[in-house]
């Protein structure tokens, strides 16, 4: 959401294997297949070391933005976080550079594909790559699960050959080594500047996660492992290159091998098959990167066109949910690049300009963290907060201004480009700021409230974690049907007395606690629904209690979830929670997914047709976790009669959460004998859940 404007989201199709894939193969490709001899020209035998000094700085950024990433789960990546972070100018910003960075990469990596097949054929290159430029666009048009399918398989390939290319560590000549550092540590720390290109494309992944599934797990898993991967097969197959080759063949530029370092190495270590295989497998990974590279650049247009920075065409998607003027529009600059410019030579600068987006998404988890807006809820934290953001800001500003005034001077005509574009174009059209606001909040000055709406509906969509006890919360909860019509001050009374119960607070002051966030609007109301809600200290876990007006409560309210919204029906729902002070984060998640109830077009009625109190229980437990089965003499449940809960013997994972008998709803113990005509509800982890319902069903 963004201004009010809701926008259809993109499916979430990817799993954990696509979204490594899709990392891993946006990684491996020119800067493994053709920087080494590039690089070994400025560093020499210490290339392999200048490799590992530039993943130093993408480690503090990759936690940054994997903690963003799971917090905002949002197309667009760097720009989304920048842009609900620092403000709108610096989303911008963010957003058009990195989006131009990760086309100069993607179409660097098909020129690249020349350098390998120029050692057997005699092609034109540059309409080569225009062609397979024009098939990975039309490989994305098809959604993205055909496209991480085919990514998967390229990168599967891929990791076979390097595996293979690993066996010539037995070849290397250590003596190649000799003068390790002959060249100085500032040829080395330029270098390490040059080849961090090469690592960039690990974290591109992150403007997928609105299509990635579950991407509080997935996003994390797979990012983290593909830097794994690609920091071991950068490291050691720089040290078989230089161990094999040497540095005077790895940087002879006379030789057809120069942008060929891999196939040559290999010629030397399997023979001419080795040659024509590892020719191959550059070719996949210059495939994959182009294909990853196509389909991550072309969310920035999609996500800048929601926030209104571009024209809203670009949010436009197709029948299988995928910006398409977005993935045309990213093809269409590749081929431009292609044919007019070159590309291997720009694609260099666009490493300082990483380097510095990468500084400020680890300033972005500052400025996220110190607003102290409870609906920042990342699912992982990057650890060490702050010191390893400060050094996540130093480092690359350091590797950049060893990298020579070129780089800084592009980064700085990015900058400016993006600055003209927000103010010529976009400042008009948007009309919010990012979580640096908040700060300023707290320091005395304003912030923009809606920043922390948005969050709130992002935790609807995410849902809950496996680690909160919804479940046992609701079939822990009291339930209080109102018959006849009454005021919302009677219905708090009823809840705080049920809450004085089990809370340690008298029903006067919680009562006064859930009237005031109603004059303040901090209680959500929406589609026949009210979510009042405080947090109180030192409460071992959340407490709910449920109220039902079957006749319904008017209510004068502020907003809807954060949106200004005026009640049109009166209220039937009430779910009054209250949560520990020490766990926002949780508290609001609860809310959330409460409130992603009410969004459905069927809970209302069955809310209302609810015939007792563990029906309206029911209504809210998810229902993949839980299963009602009727106890009776006859049918596959006859074998549970006069049985105690214990003897059951339930699979482990599974609690029986609430009996029904008569008129009654009992809280069963493990020594509850189970009666003819119980009714008995189930909690548990879905796979266990769905073959109790095979059992007794």
Request: charged share 20%.
């Amino acid at each position: 959401m963004s201004n009010g404007v809701r926008h259809e989201r993109l499916k979430k199709e990817l799993g954990f294997f696509s979204v490594y894939a899709l990392s891993t193969g946006a990684t491996l490709s020119a800067g493994f297949f053709l920087l080494p001899g590039i690089a070994a020209q400025t560093a020499g035998a210490a290339v392999p070391l200048a490799y590992v000094i530039a993943a130093i700085p993408l480690i503090p950024a990759t936690l940054c933005i994997v903690e963003l990433a799971t917090a905002m789960p949002r197309a667009g990546g760097a720009y989304y976080f920048l842009d609900r972070s620092l403000g709108p100018l610096m989303g911008t910003v963010g957003g058009f550079g990195t989006w131009f960075a990760l086309i100069l990469k993607t179409a660097f990596a098909l020129v690249g594909m020349g350098a390998y097949l120029s050692l057997f054929f005699d092609l034109d290159v540059r309409w080569l790559a225009v062609v397979l430029a024009i098939l990975f666009g039309m490989i994305n048009l098809a959604g993205p699960k055909g496209a991480g399918k085919f990514q998967l398989l390229l990168v599967s390939a891929l990791l076979t050959f390097l595996a293979i290319f690993g066996y010539g560590i037995n070849n290397v000549n250590w003596s190649q080594f000799d003068g390790f550092l002959d060249r100085g540590w500032n040829s080395i720390f330029e270098t390490a500047g040059l080849v961090y290109i090469s690592y960039v494309g690990l974290t591109k992944v992150a403007s997928l996660s609105e299509e990635i599934k579950d991407p509080e797990k997935n996003l994390p898993r797979s990012v983290f492992f593909s830097l794994f991967t690609a920091a071991t097969i950068f490291s050691i197959g720089t040290v078989i290159m230089v161990g094999v080759l040497g540095v005077d063949r790895l940087t002879d530029e006379s030789s057809k091998m120069y942008y060929a370092p891999v196939a040559a190495t290999a010629e030397v270590v399997f023979g001419e098959f080795g040659k024509v295989a590892f020719t191959v497998a550059a070719l996949l990974a210059f495939f994959s990167v182009a294909n990853a590279g196509i389909m991550s650049a072309s969310r920035y247009p999609l996500a800048m066109s929601r926030d209104h920075l571009m024209s809203p065409r670009f949010a436009q998607l197709n029948q299988r949910g995928v910006p398409k003027l977005g993935i045309a529009l990213t093809v269409a600059l590749i081929i431009v690049l292609l044919l007019f410019f070159d590309p291997q030579h720009i694609a260099k600068l666009a490493s300082a300009f990483q380097l510095l987006m990468f500084a400020l998404l680890c300033f972005a988890v500052i400025a996220m963290r110190e607003s102290k807006i409870d609906s920042y809820d990342p699912s992982f934290r990057s650890p060490l907060y702050p010191w390893m953001q400060i050094f996540g800001i130093a480092a690359p500003l350091f590797l950049i201004s060893e990298m020579g005034w070129m780089p800084i001077l592009f980064s700085a005509g990015m900058i400016g480009l993006a600055t003209i574009w927000y103010f010529q174009y976009a400042k008009k059209r948007v009309n919010r700021e990012g979580a640096i606001f908040h700060v300023f909040q707290r320091l005395g000055e304003r912030r923009h409230e809606a920043l922390d709406a948005e969050l709130r509906h992002i935790m609807i969509e995410k849902g809950l974690r496996e680690e909160d006890p919804f479940d046992d919360i609701v079939t822990r909860a009291s339930v209080i049907d109102v018959p006849n019509m009454t005021t919302y001050d009677r219905v708090v009374e009823l809840a705080a007395r049920e809450f004085s119960k089990r809370v340690p607070d008298s029903w006067e002051h919680l009562s006064e606690g859930f009237k005031r966030s109603i004059t303040m609007g901090a209680t959500s109301i929406a589609r026949g629904g009210a979510l009042p809600h405080l947090r109180i200290p030192e409460l071992e876990h959340p407490e709910l209690v449920l109220v039902r007006s079957r006749n319904g409560v008017q209510i004068d309210h502020l907003d809807d979830f954060g949106d200004q919204h005026a009640p049109e029906e009166p209220v039937r729902a009430f779910f009054f929670l209250i949560s520990s002070e020490d766990n926002p984060g949780q508290h609001l998640r609860i809310l959330a997914h409460i409130a992603g109830h009410l969004e459905s077009d069927e809970f209302m009625d069955n809310w209302i047709a609810a015939r007792n109190d563990q029906e309206i229980k029911e209504a809210l437990l998810r229902h993949e976790r839980f299963v009602s089965i009727s106890i009776g003499s006859d049918g596959p449940t006859a074998d549970l009669v006069d049985k105690r809960v214990v003897e059951m013997r339930l699979p482990e994972g599974t609690l029986v959460a609430i009996v029904r008998r008569g008129n009654r709803t009992l809280v069963p113990r493990a020594q509850t004998t189970l009666k003819d005509g119980d009714r008995v509800t189930i909690i548990g982890d879905p796979a266990v859940i769905q073959r109790l319902f095979e059992t007794y069903h």
